[in-house]
């Protein structure tokens, strides 16, 4: 009705009272309720949403379509259509984001970099392999 995606289901979680050490690749929705070491990525073939609960930590890179997020997280985040900060939400690092919903009381230490929608995106091409 309002132009909005109809969003992914959540299908994993990784619950309160785990720590994970890794980098951590998943498609469709996950909630952190947990702490985590490493980069956070959605597979961006599908829609994708990523919760961070009140009671998590992440120390890594968040990237996904949509994210909220209410807890702590160190390192950057890169939400490619819309990113939702909720009261208690702290972030240490830079945030890149299509659209941007920030509550009272949400935190952040680092840069605001708005994603504009005619900005084009760097080529990566591969350097030549000295044997």
Known sequence: MFNRKKQPP???LIAEGTHLEGNIQFSDGLRVDGD??????ADSASASILVVSEAAHIIGELEADHIIINGSVKGPVHAREMLELQPKARIEGDV???ALEMHQGALITGQLRPLLAGEEKPTLKLAAINP
């Open 96 to 98: 890149h984001y299509a």
């Open 10 to 12: 959540i299908k994993s």
């Open 36 to 41: 985590v070491k490493g980069n956070v990525r």
